[in-house]
């Protein structure tokens, strides 16, 4: 018996695979490949190339392995990129996750763990987001998120065999492994590293939002945790649990872009004072995390903090340059 991992050969993806085999738990994984690396993906874990808006290759996945049970993470992601194509997000991620409910009801496969994101919440009036915090996603990309949770919902309630959470990603950093690490051209600490790298200035996208020193403030995550609580939640429904319909996975703990370039420059050691730049489209000033139902639920509470993610970031940034990279890997 083995979970299916959707979008596995990703930067999120991969930690999963180590952490489910970890707590020996096998995994198959299905992607595309056209943001994922078949060399995040194990030898020894089971590779479908294609995607999971194929009908064919998502029922074949069920087909050919004995799965119990899906994480779903394949989807495009990015705030800013969603503003400029936005059909393509409503199409890719809003109709995969259907092709996958009827792929899984087919099979008879009734456990999913579905990749959600705190960008449903857009800019939210609360302090600190629980998940009772109204919802007002401000890109296609956080549209596409929340319609694909209502999905998953409306689908459990015609289908009660149906066990299911959506997890809630704050902001996703730090790496496990050495050789895996973040290769986003739009997440912030690959942007800070690639400047480095190049000995240029690192850049700050907006200082005028109403915020302690006019940065966007976040709550981010270590993807080692991450990695975990997709592992917990995957145990408690197959051990027949009804899960709540959402987790924030997040530290309660909200960073500000400057205080991101200053924990940067602590642990990297290298000296550099950024440029600001105008805002991006679809980023919310400020979005803090409560993460005390998947505490009270689940027992996850996330265990690394700043220094970590910045050090065990940049160590996988400098593994990944002195082993040469890839064109792929590398551009932007």
């Keep these: 018996m083995a979970w299916l991992l959707t979008g596995g050969a990703g930067y999120i993806g991969s930690h999963i695979i180590r952490a489910f085999h970890a707590a020996d738990i096998d995994v198959v994984v299905l992607d595309n490949l056209s943001t994922g690396y078949r060399e995040f993906v194990p030898e020894n874990v089971p590779l479908v190339v294609g995607s999971v808006t194929d009908e064919a290759v998502v029922s074949g996945v069920f087909r050919d392995h004995d799965i119990t049970g899906v994480v779903h993470l394949a989807g495009w992601k990015y705030a800013g990129v969603s503003v400029e194509q936005p059909t393509l997000f409503y199409k890719d991620n809003i109709y995969g996750m259907g092709v996958l409910l009827d792929a899984m009801r087919e099979a008879s496969i009734s456990n999913m763990v579905f990749s959600s994101s705190c960008a449903t919440y857009g800019t939210p ?36 065999e149906l066990r299911q959470t959506s997890l809630r990603y704050f902001n996703v950093v730090g790496s496990g492994p050495r050789e895996l690490s973040d290769q986003s051209p739009y997440n912030l600490f690959p942007l800070i590293f690639r400047a480095l790298e190049r000995g240029e200035a ?6 005028d939002y109403p915020t302690r020193d006019g940065t966007c403030i976040r709550d981010y995550i270590h993807v080692v945790d991450l990695a975990d609580a997709h592992v917990v939640a995957a145990q408690a429904l ?38 600001v730049e105008p805002r991006r489209p679809g980023d919310p000033a400020r979005i803090v995390a409560s993460a005390d139902r998947i505490d009270q ?4 509470v996330a265990q690394h903090d700043l220094g970590d993610m910045v050090t065990s970031a940049w160590d996988a940034w400098q593994f990944h340059v002195e082993a040469g990279g890839d064109a792929r890997l590398t551009q932007a």
């Design 238 to 275: 197959e051990a027949g649990r009804d899960l709540a319909p959402i987790y924030n996975v997040g530290r309660g703990e909200g960073s500000t872009v400057r205080e991101i370039m200053t924990a940067v420059r602590e642990g990297t050691g290298v000296g550099f004072e950024p440029i």
């Design 125 to 160: 009036k609360d302090e600190i987001v629980t998940e009772e915090t109204p919802t007002g996603p401000e890109s296609p990309y956080g549209e596409s998120k929340l319609v694909s949770e209502w999905l998953l919902r409306r689908v459990a309630n015609i289908w009660p």
């Design 297 to 300: 639920d689940l027992g996850w």
């Design 202 to 207: 690192p850049k700050i996208f907006g200082d």
